[in-house]
């Protein structure tokens, strides 16, 4: 509907007044100021599981908390963590040379348990095991809390707590909280233990990154009148939910787009042999030198945004250009159709990474390209989800040569509350021989 309504658009959902604006100039003026950034009333049903974590919370917590968290995901920091992609991604591309010749699989499954111990491991310094197994409960259950969020989001008779707690999607989603609270108490358990080792031993361990769990433990405990567990807890949750997933799904979705395109592939791939020869290691300032990796990702994000509708509400009437917005009305940007808008992309629906030429981006009016939103409310990770995805798809990429059917626009794509291939990331591998 969006797609093709002349923004910004009026519509009513149930009794609420929700306007959507798609054209660059408002959604700069709507992203850049505070006076729109209160989240919408949709985000409380997130609550249960993220409570005031960041991406829910519009609270008086909000700020505080985001100004002693987002410094942790600087690029020193991504640089102490290339140790830890490369540790779990050698062991991918050891369970994926048992694909090598076989027909279509999809990738998708090998690159979210990839990511879910790099996660694990970063955030909480717990090691779930997921490439050993598979999967994991957590794993697969952090998946569907999207999926039934974004159900009773659409599903007007499962917003009252009555309806939903007996439903099915509310029956799973509490299966899904009391998983979390599983969770929580063996990762609160390591934390001790850590802190007790610590304590005992002159000097830490510097050849591993702490954890970002004790991170935010130490500003809890310097901050006890800004923090609390709960939020502490609820931070971290967030960050887990909003790195594992969406890490996962750019890497799956850029291997499934460039066997699409083995031209662009094999672009990249001479790339990478520039930069960083046949086997020197991977160092984050050599990421920046990979200029063609960055436009395919970018065409990735754009493609497969991880936030592809964004919400949020008036705590007061507003004025955007001659457009008053009334105190409590909903405000939608639909990045998504930003992302395909016909007026800025020549190829809207294919995969075009030259729609990042240094001289193509420069003539783009800003906020035509938004992944990580941008403003106040915009994403943290955004240095962490760049480096980390890169380091991925060099490594990956050095071993394999994948090859996908179709061209991107016969994929057919689902949307909960990110956008994923229907079909899942099937591709075929092989093993690259050095030229
Ligand atoms: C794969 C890449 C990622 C993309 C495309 C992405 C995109 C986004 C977007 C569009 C938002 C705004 C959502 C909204 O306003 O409703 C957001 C918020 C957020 N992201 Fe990311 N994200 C990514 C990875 C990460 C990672 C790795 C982290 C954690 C380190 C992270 C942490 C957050 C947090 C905490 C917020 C809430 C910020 C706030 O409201 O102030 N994201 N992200």
Not at 21 to 41: T, W, Y
Not at 181 to 204: A, G, Q
Not at 364 to 383: D, E, L, M, W
Request: hydrophobic residues 40%; glycine residues 4%.
């Amino acid at each position: 509907m969006i797609a093709e309504a002349n923004c910004p658009a009026r519509f009513w959902l149930g009794p609420e007044l929700i306007v959507a604006f798609k054209d660059p100039q408002h959604v700069e003026k709507i992203l850049a100021s505070s006076k729109f950034s209160h989240k919408h009333d949709i985000y409380e049903f997130l609550k249960c599981f993220l409570g005031e974590g960041l991406i829910t919370s519009s609270g008086p917590k909000y700020k505080p908390h985001k100004k002693v968290i987002q410094p942790i995901f600087n690029l020193n920091f991504s640089k102490d963590c290339v140790p830890v992609f490369e540790k779990h991604i050698k062991t991918c591309v050891e369970h994926l040379d048992a694909c090598v010749g076989s027909d279509h699989f999809n990738i998708g499954h090998f690159i979210h348990s990839c990511t879910a111990d790099i996660i694990g491991e970063i955030l909480f310094g717990y090691s779930f095991k997921a490439q050993q197994k598979q999967s994991t409960d957590y794993m697969t259950a952090f998946v569907d809390i999207y999926k039934v969020a974004f159900e009773r989001l659409v599903k007007p008779w499962l917003h009252p707590d009555w309806t939903f707690g007996i439903s099915s999607s509310g029956k799973r989603h509490k299966q899904i909280c009391d998983l979390s609270l599983e969770l929580m108490r063996k990762v609160m358990d390591e934390l001790k233990k850590r802190k007790n080792i610590l304590l005992c031993k002159s000097s830490s361990d510097d050849s591993f990154p702490t954890p970002v769990i004790d991170k935010v433990a130490r500003i809890w405990e310097d901050n006890s009148e800004l923090f609390d567990s709960h939020d502490l807890w609820f931070h971290m949750i967030t960050l887990y939910m909003a790195s594992q997933d969406t890490i996962a799904l750019i890497v799956s979705a850029t291997c499934l787009c460039l066997g699409m395109y083995p031209d662009y592939q094999e672009r990249v791939v001479q790339e990478i042999d520039n930069v960083f020869g046949n086997c020197r290691a991977v160092a984050v300032e050599d990421i920046g030198k990979l200029a063609y990796l960055d436009m395919c990702v970018k065409d990735v994000f754009r493609l497969f945004p991880i936030a592809p509708y964004i919400l949020r509400k008036t705590v007061a009437d507003q004025q955007i250009d001659k457009l008053v917005l009334p105190k409590g009305c909903g405000i939608i940007i639909p990045i998504y159709n930003v992302h395909k808008d016909p007026r800025y992309w020549t190829n809207p629906e294919d995969f075009h990474p030259d729609h990042f030429l240094p001289e193509v981006e420069e003539r783009r009016p800003s906020c035509t390209y938004i992944p990580f939103s941008a403003g106040p409310r915009g994403c943290i990770g955004k240095i962490f989800a760049n480096v980390s995805v890169k380091v991925m798809l060099v490594h990956l990429l050095r071993q394999f040569e994948i090859e996908a059917a179709g061209k991107m626009p016969d994929v057919r794509c689902t949307m909960d509350i990110s956008v994923r291939a229907l079909r899942g990331y099937n591709v075929k591998i092989r093993r690259r021989v050095a030229k």
